[in-house]
């Protein structure tokens, strides 16, 4: 039997179940095996039926095809290039442990019902682009080998991506996503920190919940790929901005600080980037060398004691250069620790007040301290708090 016959045969019995008008009937398809390219599309209605275990050998269109009735691909397994764009599923669907080989596009798909893709498997690029999900979604135990796209899919009702594992170097994408009624859950998603992740333009990151979930890491700070794609870095920083107010908003300090490393590095890259003010840039830069953002206290302890340190060197090499000996000289070393206290804040030195420039270098050294000890206690409290 040629393959546009057997189409013919499977066009026949879906015909034959719309025939009877009954919406409890189901089309049984189950365990069929489809072995060329087969068409549902054309706004082609389609009554509930069931896929289950089927194969589809060859590409598979259901493009703007309308699933009247409950759907069932439970076990269908899709060789070749699979089309559900711009279909409607008008009630639960159920993708369960059915296998896409190559390229699947739900593209404008509607589901208007309870949808499952619990166990599936993604082996080519997915694109979900523009999909609504209008009731519960399930994507438990997926895995998305290539590249997975949700831009700016909608997802107006509670979804679930639990236990999912994406393959390293695969893309990953909610980009400019919304969420209605969310939340959007994401739990012990495994190869997290090796997936190219983008979440730029969704607006509220407060409706996504990620727990046992590790971000990739760069230099021992969060780094979504998408920050070093051109015009996305302005992007990024927002989306590192929202995720740290998201977990001020939630009291998680550790995540707050971890987003808040993240945010200012972007936002010195985005500066440079743009040629922004150099002072700002020195600013930030600084900020960053002396104490980590204000987030690192091994890092702030080390640059103040470098701070209140290199007058005492200073003071120590001058007197060497100028009044060296082989002996040691008591009287020398207490007018050196006496010169160097005048630099210290709070510290009183044998010498008196001093006067002129050197009172100023003094007051502005004590300044300089006082500054790098408050940036000192700011980061070891946020190291506590977390």
Not at 80 to 103: I, L, M, R, S
Not at 295 to 308: G, Q, S
């Amino acid at each position: 039997m040629s393959v546009d016959d057997f189409n013919a045969l499977v066009s026949e019995r879906i015909q034959a179940t719309i025939d009877l008008e009954d919406k409890e009937a189901i089309c049984n398809l189950a365990g069929v095996v489809f072995p060329g390219d087969i068409c549902f599309a054309n706004d082609c209605p389609l009554p509930a039926i069931s896929f289950r275990h089927a194969s589809f050998e060859g590409e598979t269109y259901f493009r703007d095809a309308t699933f009247g009735g409950e759907t069932s691909f439970t076990g269908a397994k899709f060789g070749g290039k699979t089309y559900f764009g711009y279909a409607t599923f008008e009630e639960y669907t159920n993708f369960g442990n059915t296998t896409f080989e190559e390229y699947t596009d739900f593209r404008n798909a509607t589901f208007e019902g309870k949808t499952y893709f619990g166990y599936a498997k993604f082996g080519g690029a997915t694109y979900f682009w523009s999909a609504t999900f209008e009731r519960k979604t399930y994507f438990t135990d997926a895995t998305f080998e290539r590249g997975t796209y949700f831009r700016n899919a909608a997802f107006e009702k509670p979804c679930t991506f639990k236990d999912i594992q994406t393959a390293p170097g695969s893309a990953f994408s909610l980009h400019n996503a919304t969420f209605a009624q969310g939340p959007v859950y994401f739990h012990n998603w495994k190869g997290m920190d090796k997936t190219l992740l983008d979440f730029n333009g969704v607006l509220n990151v407060g409706d996504i919940h990620f727990e046992n979930c590790q971000w990739p890491e760069e230099k021992n700070r969060i780094k979504v790929a998408v920050e070093d794609e051109d015009g996305q870095l302005q992007a990024t920083r927002d989306f590192y901005q929202r995720m740290k107010r998201k977990y001020k908003d939630e009291h998680n300090e550790y995540e707050a600080s971890r987003w808040h490393v993240s945010e200012k590095e972007a936002q010195l890259k985005l500066l440079k980037q743009n040629h922004g003010s150099w002072f700002l840039i020195a600013m930030l830069w600084i900020y960053k060398y002396i104490s980590g953002f204000g987030e690192n206290p091994t890092r702030a302890i080390v640059v103040l004691l470098d701070f209140a340190l290199a007058p005492f060197v200073a003071l120590t090499l001058q007197e060497v250069w100028h009044h060296f000996s082989w002996s040691l000289d008591p009287t020398k070393v207490d007018a050196v620790i006496d010169n160097w206290l005048n630099y210290i804040p709070l510290a009183k030195s044998k010498a008196g007040t001093t006067h002129g420039l050197y009172r100023v270098l003094t007051l502005a050294w004590q300044l300089l301290v006082t500054i790098q000890a408050t940036l000192f206690g700011f980061a070891l409290r946020n190291r506590f708090r977390r």
